[in-house]
């Protein structure tokens, strides 16, 4: 009986199964089209049956919701509406599950979940060795501790993570430059750092997903027009030189509040350095890469190489699919 994984986030849907044969992701801006969040979620299953599935989520936080509580309710809601005769299971900061009545009764649990249910998979993977998992996705960066086979994160909710430098947010899609690159650069939505790893050629081209800060393709050509709109030129005053140099600082400034943060972390006292480190989701080569780069004697894990490149990309679905599977099934 596999069980299929679905992660909730603001600008993508996940998907994976619990056998590892399936994993995909969708975009869908939640904040814009919150109606149609059901409907979304029936396209990204498709043919697969939907009689078992695993629930976590990020999107609660979209400024298109009142209120955390809100944005649960409504997420809760769209899985049922999309699949009524599902065996529903909704997985919570606590680390076990709610069905729907508990979660629309109790929704606060289930908020920004999915980092504990990927670090969990990720220590259980490890054989009782300290270890971090670091999780990039399309908006933040997870970096969750473990030790024994368990998570030891202090923090349990964005506001906390974020204090304690467990929260990135910094991810391979959407953060804006203007936030990396601060007054160096136009004060304005024009480009996000996926055009630089577009450009930089980490990251490929998807002609057909019109999810730039312009709303136009995410291709090299389009990048680079939005890459020089930052600097407050255009395509005919800036040389490639220009475009790179802006490109390349934007990757090293992410780079560095990644850096600080572990640093922070695992000099702070609290936990151990770790023997194990693990690197997961769209971001995972270029953590794999910083990593060497920070500390070359130690051993980094890319997840892909323990679970495979699809369900390493979609970790969130895959981790609670797996833990849904591991906690129900006989």
């Not at 249910?117 to 259980?124: E, M």
């Not at 090293?252 to 989701?281: C, D, L």
Request: net charge negative; proline share 5%; hydrophobic share 45%.
């Amino acid at each position: 009986m596999a069980w299929i994984g679905l992660d909730i986030g603001g600008a993508n849907l996940k998907l994976a199964t619990s056998d590892g044969i399936n994993s995909r992701h969708l975009p869908f801006p939640l904040w814009q089209h919150q109606h149609g969040l059901a409907e979304r979620l029936v396209t990204l299953i498709g043919s697969l049956p939907a009689k078992n599935l695993a629930v976590t989520m990020t999107g609660e936080l979209c400024d298109c919701f009142e209120s955390k509580a809100q944005g649960v309710s409504h997420i809760v809601s769209s899985v049922r509406q999309a699949f009524p005769e599902a065996n529903l299971q909704f997985w919570t900061i606590n680390q076990n599950w709610m069905n729907e009545t508990e979660a629309l009764a109790n929704p606060i649990p289930l908020a920004a979940a999915n980092w504990i249910a990927i670090g969990s998979i990720a220590a259980q993977q490890s054989s009782g060795a300290s270890g971090a998992l670091i999780d990039m996705g399309s908006t933040t960066t997870d970096i969750v501790p473990f030790n024994h086979g368990k998570v030891t994160a202090q923090g349990r909710d964005d506001s906390s993570r974020l204090a304690l430098g467990e929260l990135v947010y910094t991810g391979v899609r959407r953060t804006p430059l203007m936030a990396l690159l601060g007054s160096a650069v136009c004060a304005e939505y024009f480009a996000t750092i996926q055009d630089a790893y577009i450009w930089l050629g980490l990251a490929p081209e998807e002609p057909h997903n019109k999810t730039g800060a312009d709303g136009r393709e995410l291709t090299r050509l389009r990048s680079r027009t939005r890459l020089a709109r930052m600097m407050g030129g255009d395509d005919s005053s800036l040389p490639d030189a220009a475009i790179h140099r802006l490109a390349t600082d934007a990757l090293a400034m992410q780079g560095m509040w990644i850096s600080k943060a572990i640093g922070r972390m695992f000099t702070s006292g609290h936990y151990a350095w770790p023997e194990n480190w693990i690197v997961s989701g769209e971001g995972e080569p270029q953590l794999s890469k910083w990593l060497r780069l920070w500390h070359p004697t130690i051993e980094v894990i890319p997840f892909s190489n323990l679970i495979g490149t699809d369900n390493s990309q979609n970790a969130g679905a895959f981790a609670v699919a797996r833990l849904a599977a591991n906690t129900f099934e006989p």
